[in-house]
């Protein structure tokens, strides 16, 4: 498959990282986001990550120019147009199957679907599209322009040939991809749900506060304690991936949500891009 052009939905940190990873590698890259002035941040951020580059030495001012040349804002979901449509949207399934099915609808039958979609089923987000066959998961880790891991997921009817065609551009891009099943979680997030959830345990059980948690953490050789993790990954979002293993699982105990990322999400203290979570950002 002869992919070309990349179009990324979804503006946010993930979002506009993907946006970054394929502009740099080469490919003509859309970024839309339903929130237009989102769209313009995504863009200053990533122009800002590559003069920080071009500033260390990581890059040439070429290569930045280049790379800023192949970025295109799109403000309208019918201008989305691409071989490869990557969604970094809200992680919720009725969201994201709409997504799909109006960007099946504006798009020729060959374009690829690729969900970045840290949880949820890839064939259940396929089952709305009248060809699931092209739908595929591509999930990357966060920040999306320095982890070098993706998670590459096939659905049930989805075409094989995605798969060899996403780990191929996967190194083109840099990255190590990994096929995983269609398991709630997949590898990944279902390996680190113990990491977020017994350190939440530990936290509520007075056993230690979140500052000696990540700092006990780091020392064992995590690069970023849990608390630490889950501010940059997002409260919210991390609260959602937890959700969607412990409902895939039949809600076993050992997966079960916490009411303190609960209440924490419910007081708009989301991480680092609301100003605080489990830590104050806002100074």
């Keep these: 498959m002869n992919i070309q052009t990349v179009a990324v939905v979804g503006a946010g940190t993930m979002g506009l990282g993907i946006a970054q990873v394929c502009a740099s590698a080469g490919l003509e890259t859309q970024l839309f986001d339903v929130d237009k002035v989102q769209v313009d941040r995504a863009l200053a951020t990533i122009q800002a990550n590559l003069t920080a580059a071009l500033e260390k030495g990581k890059l040439t001012l070429q290569q930045k120019e280049e790379t800023l040349a192949r970025l295109k804002p799109a403000y309208l979901l019918s201008e989305v147009k691409a071989d490869l449509i990557v969604e970094a949207i809200v992680e919720r399934l009725d969201v994201k199957q709409k997504l799909f099915a109006n960007l099946e ?6 374009v690829i679907l690729a969900t970045n979609t840290s949880s949820i089923s890839v064939s259940r987000i396929a ?28 659905g049930k009817e989805t075409d094989p040939a995605l798969v060899g065609a ?63 993790l889950m501010d940059l990954i997002g409260v919210d979002t ?10 895939g699982f039949g809600k076993a105990t050992r ?21 605080k979570g489990f830590y104050d950002y806002s100074k």
């Design 105 to 110: 609808a504006l798009n020729k039958s060959e």
């Design 127 to 154: 089952s709305v599209l009248k060809n699931p066959s092209r739908c595929i998961g591509w999930h990357f880790f966060n920040p999306a322009d320095r982890m070098k891991l993706v998670e590459i997921i096939s």
């Design 166 to 228: 996403l780990v191929e551009l996967s190194k083109r891009l840099g990255k190590n991809a990994v096929v995983a099943k269609d398991s709630p979680g997949f590898i990944v997030n279902r390996v680190a749900r113990p990491y977020y959830v017994e350190s939440i345990k530990l936290l509520e059980e007075g056993v230690a506060d979140v500052t000696a948690i990540d700092r006990l953490m780091r020392s064992a050789g995590f690069k970023m304690g849990p608390f630490e």
């Design 238 to 247: 991390n609260l959602a991936v937890t959700t969607s293993v412990y409902e």
């Design 255 to 275: 997966f079960a949500p916490s009411s303190t990322q609960q209440q924490l999400v419910a007081q708009g203290r989301l991480g680092k891009k609301s100003g």
